[in-house]
């Protein structure tokens, strides 16, 4: 085991000789482990060892036993040791989040404020990595979910990913070292422990290896990340300016979407593996996407950018937020929309059957409706087709001219939804679900024309 440390260790440069490593101690077999090993290479590697634990409080007194645990054996080898204490719970019930999401973003923040100038040693090992590798792909993940937990993220490493859960219990028998068990970790109340528990045994009954397979596998997938990450650094010394990206487009489009990725994240836009296909479409063919509220991903095939464009007062742009009832950006047209629910929507569809409805499902829209004319660089998946089109190239195929001054089109959050006289985008089309819609006329001095669309949310 203690060789298997080493070599990660300097496979990733984890230490430098005069480096204090604290040691995120919880009392459990893997963090005692670690801090056991820790002692062992402190000389050969050339760093002091320290020790820091953190009580979430939700167990009571045995949250306060591994506290104490964790003390004594700190004192024990000599080891500088602090404790800190934080109300997971309160935190979690504030926030409206999970209680094992609230403990880690309160113990990391607890680790980053210990840690100023110093590395953080965590205890993850070999199974920890099998267990977030399934956890990344059963949520759905690319080749960076499969490379699994780094072994170095700024001032954290993790010595012990290449070591089996099996060889540190063995390790700590052999020497007689006792340690705490978490009573939270034998239940199947979390996610992961159900992995741990069900998912795994079942694989290992395929291949009893498991462990050794996986850890060569990701050895190799950690590897092959590795230099992609190292090619995307390069094209962003070449390509990134800020919130630009300029001459992207000539590049691998495994290179691009990690590009725009990084820039997404960085300016704390959403981030999914369908937002980042459609920033890369934009990017090779130009056009305008919503990203986040007035924030849209730019690309005249050349230099794409995240650019702010308020939604109103520009020259020469029409739009007004969408409500029930009479709507106008134009003179002497009124877009009128009813809410109604799938019920009435289907009474008037079997009454007027010479009328062409338009439906579309309330609570598919995202965020705020507004109603406005057309952008240069508007595009739509239209409903029934896998793919989006530019409304331009759709006008000029389907509209006659004399008809394209006055177009009416709406837009939510994420995009457009609606394009007069072309449709209905696929993402907000009704289906079996569907409870509500909105019916749209559309009502000038000469014509109306009726449609169905939802609007701005109640």
Same mark, same amino acid.
């Given at each position: 085991m203690l060789?298997k440390i080493?070599?990660l260790?300097?496979?990733y ?9 604290v040691c995120?101690l919880?009392g459990g077999?893997?963090?005692v482990c670690?801090l056991l090993r820790?002692c062992?290479?402190r ?6 060892? *320290?020790?820091?634990h953190v009580n979430?409080?939700l ?5 306060d036993?591994d ?11 000599g080891?500088?040791f602090?404790?800190?204490?934080c ?7 504030e ?13 990391y923040?607890i680790?980053?404020?210990n ?10 090992n070999?199974?920890d &990595?099998?267990?977030?590798v399934?956890l &990344?792909?059963?949520?759905?993940t690319?080749?960076k979910?499969?490379?699994g937990i780094?072994?170095v993220?700024g001032?954290i ?7 089996t859960?099996?060889?540190i219990?063995?390790?700590l028998?052999? #020497?007689?070292?006792?340690f ?5 970790n ?14 795994i045994?079942?694989?290992r009954?395929?291949?009893?290896s ?5 850890v060569?596998s ?15 650094d390069?094209a962003?010394? *070449?390509?990134?300016d800020?919130?630009?990206l300029?001459?992207l487009a ?8 990690? #590009? ?18 459609e920033?890369?479409?934009i990017?090779?063919?130009?056009? $305008?996407?919503?990203?986040?509220g ?5 690309s005249?095939?050349i230099t ?7 939604r109103?007062?520009?020259?020469g742009?029409?739009?007004?937020p969408?409500k029930?009832?009479?709507?106008s ?12 629910d ?13 009328l062409?409805?338009y439906?579309?499902?309330y ?9 406005? &004319?057309?952008?240069?660089g508007d595009?739509?998946?239209l409903r029934?087709?896998?793919?989006r089109?530019?409304? $331009?190239?759709?006008?000029?195929? &389907?509209?006659?001219?004399? *008809? ?9 959050s994420e ?6 006289k072309?449709g209905?985008?696929q993402?907000?089309?009704?289906d079996g ?12 001095d $000469? ?5 169905s669309?939802?609007?701005k949310k109640?």
């Amino acid at each position: 085991m203690l060789e298997k440390i080493v070599k990660l260790s300097q496979k990733y440069n984890m230490f430098i000789s005069g480096d204090i490593v604290v040691c995120g101690l919880s009392g459990g077999a893997d963090s005692v482990c670690l801090l056991l090993r820790l002692c062992e290479l402190r000389e050969r590697l050339g760093v002091e060892v *320290e020790a820091l634990h953190v009580n979430h409080c939700l167990r009571g007194s045995e949250s306060d036993r591994d506290e104490d645990f964790c003390r004594c054996l700190c004192a024990r080898l000599g080891v500088p040791f602090t404790a800190e204490r934080c109300d997971v719970s309160g935190y979690a019930s504030e926030r409206s989040m999970s209680t094992e999401l609230a403990a880690r973003e309160l113990r990391y923040d607890i680790f980053r404020r210990n840690t100023v100038g110093k590395k953080l040693a965590t205890a993850h090992n070999a199974d920890d &990595n099998l267990e977030t590798v399934i956890l &990344n792909l059963t949520r759905g993940t690319a080749l960076k979910g499969l490379a699994g937990i780094p072994p170095v993220r700024g001032n954290i490493v993790r010595p012990l990913l290449a070591v089996t859960r099996a060889e540190i219990e063995a390790f700590l028998a052999d #020497c007689g070292q006792n340690f705490v068990t978490d009573s939270t970790n034998l239940t199947d109340d979390y996610t992961r422990n159900r992995i741990r528990h069900r998912v795994i045994p079942l694989l290992r009954e395929i291949n009893p290896s498991l462990n050794a397979t996986f850890v060569s596998s990701v050895d190799g997938l950690r590897d092959e990340n590795a230099y992609i990450e190292a090619m995307t650094d390069a094209a962003e010394r *070449e390509c990134l300016d800020g919130s630009r990206l300029m001459g992207l487009a000539a590049y691998d489009t495994v290179i691009r979407c990690r #590009c725009i990725s990084r820039l997404l994240t960085r300016k704390n836009m959403p981030v999914t593996h369908e937002r980042i296909r459609e920033c890369e479409d934009i990017l090779i063919n130009g056009g $305008k996407l919503n990203i986040s509220g007035d924030i849209y991903f730019i690309s005249d095939g050349i230099t794409a950018e995240l650019r702010a464009i308020p939604r109103t007062v520009a020259v020469g742009e029409l739009s007004a937020p969408l409500k029930v009832g009479e709507n106008s950006i134009y003179r002497g047209i009124s877009l009128i929309c009813e809410l109604v629910d799938k019920a009435e929507y289907d009474r008037r569809r079997d009454v007027n059957k010479k009328l062409t409805f338009y439906a579309l499902d309330y609570d598919k829209i995202k965020g705020e409706a507004v109603l406005r &004319n057309r952008r240069n660089g508007d595009r739509i998946q239209l409903r029934g087709r896998d793919f989006r089109s530019s409304v $331009k190239k759709l006008i000029n195929e &389907n509209i006659p001219p004399e *008809e394209r001054g006055t177009l009416h089109f709406i837009e939510d959050s994420e995009g457009t939804v609606f394009a007069e006289k072309l449709g209905i985008a696929q993402r907000v089309a009704p289906d079996g679900n569907t409870k509500r819609l909105f019916i749209i006329s559309v009502v000038n001095d $000469k014509q109306e024309w009726s449609g169905s669309i939802d609007t701005k949310k109640k």
